[in-house]
C-alpha cells in the first residue's frame, strides 16, 4: 500500500516548503492538458503566478469548495485529470467533501492540500492543523488511501506523478508563510469562460 | 387499454423525465423525506450519476465544476439545506454566470411542526431574490413540466442559475399529527 511505503512521513518530519515553488513543480508536471483548481486565496494566486494555462480556475470566492469543483470537473471529463489545490483552512472547513470524494472514488481526481498550519490571508491565525489536526489522518480515515504528506519537493514530484496516474489522491504538504507571489485578476466571468475554453467546452470566448 | 399509460404521472416523475429531457446528467443531493421517491428513481435510472453530498454547498459545487467540463448538473435538498449555500450562490454560481438547478424541498409552511424550519423557509425566497437568482414556487402539478422544462432552457441560455421550491401542494409535503 502507497500509505505504507511513505508511512514515515508525517506532518511532524515532513520537511517545510514553499507553495509558489511546488505549485511550478506541479504545473511542470501537466503535459496532458489537466485541470487545475485553485483554492480561494493564496492556492490561487501562486497558481495565477506560474503562469495562467486556459485549463486553470481561480476561485474568488466559496470557500472550502476547490475540491467539489475539481470532482465535478472529473465527472464530467473522465478522461482529464483534475487537480485542487487547497489550503488547509479552507480543507477543514469543507471536510465533509473528503468522504464524498472516497465514496465515488473518482480515478482523475488529486488532491494537494498546503498545510502552513494558519489562515494566513487574514492574518496568520492559527488553525487546527497547527496542532491536533492531521490532514493526511483526516483523508486516510474518510477512506482517501492514498494520501501522504510529501518528505520534500522530490517526494513531492514524485507523488504528483504517481497521483497523476489514478486516483483519488490526497498530497499534503508543509509549507512556509510565505503569501503569494501575485494577484489574480479579479474577472469571475473570463476566468470561467476561458476555463471552459481551455477544457473544450467553449469554442470561444 | 394499457393502464400505465393512462394513469397521472407522479410530480417527481415529471421533474425526472424533464431532467432527462433537458439532458441533465447528474444529481447530487443532501436527503430529504419528501424527496425520497425522485432520489430512489434517480438512482435506479443508469442515465443519471446520483449521489449524496455531506453538505448543500459541497454539492452545489460539484454541480458548478461539471457545467463548466460540459456536464449539466442539478442539485436537490431541503428548505433547512438552502440555509447553508447562499455563499456558494453569492460567490461562486452567481459571480460566475453557473446555470445550477436547484430543487429544493418547501418544508417550514403549510403545517409544518418544526419552528427551525419555518424559520430557515422565511428566508429563503429573500435571499434568492435579493442575489437576483430566479426562482419559482410550484404548487401545481399541471404547471410542472412547463415550468421546469422552460426554466432548464433559461438557465442553459442565459448561463444563470434556477431554484424551483416545490410545495407541499404539489409533493404533498411531510405529515404530522398535531
Redesign the interface.
Known amino acids: 500500500m502507497t500509505t505504507q511505503r511513505t508511512g514515515a512521513v508525517s506532518a511532524h518530519n515532513a520537511k517545510v516548503m514553499n507553495r509558489f515553488e511546488l505549485t511550478k513543480r506541479v504545473v511542470g508536471q501537466l503535459k496532458r492538458e489537466e485541470a487545475v483548481i485553485g483554492g480561494i486565496g493564496n492556492a490561487n494566486f501562486d497558481l495565477w503566478a506560474s503562469g495562467q494555462r486556459p485549463q486553470n480556475f481561480y476561485m474568488l470566492g466559496s470557500m472550502g469548495l476547490a475540491v467539489p469543483i475539481a470532482f465535478g470537473v472529473a465527472i464530467a471529463q473522465p478522461q482529464r485529470h483534475v487537480i485542487a489545490l487547497e489550503g488547509d483552512g479552507s480543507l477543514l472547513m469543507q471536510l465533509g467533501c473528503l468522504a464524498t470524494v472516497a465514496m465515488q472514488a473518482p480515478k482523475n481526481l488529486a488532491i494537494v492540500v498546503w498545510d502552513n498550519g494558519v489562515y494566513q490571508i487574514t492574518g496568520g491565525q492559527p488553525t487546527a492543523s497547527s496542532s491536533t489536526a492531521d490532514i493526511v489522518g483526516i483523508a486516510h480515515a474518510c477512506g482517501i488511501a492514498n494520501s501522504a504528506w510529501a518528505a520534500d519537493e522530490e517526494d513531492f514530484e514524485r507523488l504528483v506523478a504517481q497521483a497523476l496516474k489514478g486516483g483519488p489522491s490526497l498530497i499534503a504538504a508543509r509549507i512556509d508563510d510565505k503569501p503569494g507571489v501575485a494577484t489574480t485578476d479579479r474577472d469571475p466571468v473570463r476566468i470561467r469562460a476561458t476555463f471552459m475554453q481551455g477544457l473544450g467546452v467553449k469554442r470561444t470566448l | 387499454m394499457n393502464d400505465t399509460k393512462t394513469k397521472a404521472a407522479t410530480w417527481h416523475e415529471i421533474v425526472l423525465t424533464t431532467l432527462k429531457n433537458n439532458k441533465v446528467k447528474?444529481v447530487t443531493y443532501v436527503p430529504d423525506r419528501v424527496f425520497t421517491p425522485l432520489i430512489k428513481a434517480l438512482h435506479a435510472d443508469s442515465f443519471f450519476?446520483t449521489?449524496?453530498?455531506?453538505?448543500e454547498?459541497?454539492?452545489?459545487?460539484?454541480?458548478?465544476?461539471?457545467?463548466?467540463?460540459?456536464?449539466r448538473?442539478a442539485v436537490l435538498m431541503q428548505t433547512s439545506g438552502f440555509g447553508t449555500i447562499p455563499?456558494?450562490l453569492?460567490?461562486?454560481v452567481v459571480?460566475?454566470?453557473?446555470p445550477a438547478l436547484i430543487f429544493v424541498s418547501e418544508r417550514g409552511t403549510l403545517g409544518e411542526f418544526n419552528l427551525g424550519q419555518a424559520m430557515v423557509c422565511k428566508t429563503m425566497r429573500p435571499v434568492l431574490s435579493s442575489i437576483g437568482v430566479e426562482n419559482h414556487t410550484i404548487t401545481r402539478i399541471d404547471e410542472l413540466a412547463f415550468i421546469v422544462d422552460r426554466s432548464i432552457k433559461q438557465a442553459v441560455a442565459t448561463q444563470a442559475p434556477v431554484a424551483f421550491i416545490l410545495s407541499p401542494l404539489l409533493t404533498g409535503g411531510k405529515v404530522f399529527e398535531a
Not at chain 2, 95 to 98: A, K, L, R
Open positions: 447528474l450519476t449521489f449524496p453530498c455531506t453538505r454547498e459541497e454539492a452545489v459545487g460539484i454541480v458548478t465544476g461539471a457545467w463548466m467540463g460540459g456536464l448538473g455563499n456558494a453569492a460567490s461562486l459571480p460566475c454566470q453557473i
